[in-house]
């Protein structure tokens, strides 16, 4: 029959709790999440080898808020431009960046061919050098006209 009084309720107030007084229960049990042995012996070699032992410092931001930026750069959009391209605009290839997983466009490269791009950012240096081929990249703002 089930009653409120289990035996840690009932040892309340005793020295030993119902465990003897010669070492019985002594050992067992985790002694929680401390680090054993560095706050009494061994203190000095703290102080003086890892004064960073103990606590925490820093910040770590949750993976939902981060934002992963998926790059190509220019010379490699040029070489695998006929590929890649969905449909020509007067001699220019078309390539959609976003639909093939791109988030930003950088710079490094050549451009040999007019290509217009649509991708939702990308550097200066990228942004000449389609200019300088003769091509354009179109952005968020320019979509929507």
Do not use: C
């Not at 040029?78 to 007067?90: C, R």
């Amino acid at each position: 029959m089930p009653h409120k009084l289990r035996k840690t309720r009932k040892k309340r107030g005793s020295r030993t709790v119902g465990y003897g007084r010669v070492g019985q229960h002594r050992k067992s049990g985790s002694k929680g999440m401390r680090k054993a042995g560095r706050h009494k012996q061994g203190w000095s070699y703290v102080i003086k080898y890892e004064p960073e032992y103990f606590g925490k410092r820093g910040f770590t931001s949750p993976k939902s808020l981060r934002r992963r930026v998926n790059i190509i750069n220019v010379g490699t959009l040029d070489e695998i431009a006929e590929e890649v391209s969905t449909e020509k605009k007067k001699d220019k290839l078309f390539i959609d960046l976003e639909n093939l997983g791109y988030t930003k466009l950088l710079g490094k490269g050549k451009v040999t061919k007019p290509l217009i791009i649509k991708v939702s950012s990308y550097s200066k240096s990228a942004a000449e050098k389609i200019k300088e081929a003769g091509g354009r990249i179109l952005t968020e703002l320019e979509k929507s006209k």
